[in-house]
């Protein structure tokens, strides 16, 4: 009776701690953690202390001028450019070293060096017209040319995000059309040798 019962605990803790294991095994292929539901809104305005940057390394007093809709394409290259990153330590996992076309240093160097380097312009810029503009003001002068150079540095700004953007949507598009064609060539070398 005691052997019974011994052999009954064992399997029902078995039987859970097993139950368990799936479960979040299954949770993890999915995506998602046991127990932690965090909802977040994507209409919700951004704020600088809740974004986190995958790749990008940015100076939030940059970014803290910048309007909402270039802080969320800001987020987006940031999240493009890990996917980017990701498959290059894919290959390199596979002892592929993946070439540097000119193209990926052009797009890294505009990343890495460029951007940073417009987005603290452009804080200075805007530092420049608030400091102005509240002189002026003090003089009660109207003045509209700090205003034109506001707009035309975020014009500037937003181009310049947009080409970046851009670039990297067609190297991601052109290496995902390389790595189909690799297969295509395998699956014909595969069916030529049948």
Do not use: C
Not at 81 to 105: C, G, M, R, W
């Amino acid at each position: 009776m005691i052997t019974l019962l011994g052999m009954i605990v064992i399997t029902t803790v078995t039987v859970l701690y097993l139950g368990r294991k799936g479960w979040h095994a299954l949770h993890k292929i999915v995506g998602i953690t046991p127990g932690v539901l965090i909802y977040q809104n994507p209409n919700q305005p951004l704020s600088l202390a809740t974004i986190t940057w995958q790749q990008l390394t940015l100076n939030t007093q940059h970014l803290s001028v910048l309007p909402e809709r270039q802080l969320r394409q800001l987020q987006r290259i940031d999240k493009k450019l890990a996917t980017y990153h990701n498959d290059q330590q894919s290959l390199e996992l596979q002892k592929i070293t993946p070439v540097l076309s000119e193209e990926q240093f052009l797009l890294q160097k505009l990343l890495y060096t460029r951007l940073p380097e417009m987005l603290a312009s452009h804080n200075r810029l805007l530092g420049f017209n608030n400091r102005l503009l509240n002189v002026k003001n003090n003089t009660n002068s109207g003045f509209t040319t700090e205003n034109v150079k506001h707009t035309e540095a975020s014009q500037l700004l937003q181009e310049a995000l947009d080409t970046i953007e851009g670039r990297l949507d067609r190297l991601l598009e052109k290496l995902e059309t390389q790595s189909l064609e690799e297969l295509r060539v395998m699956k014909n070398y595969l069916n030529s040798h049948n």
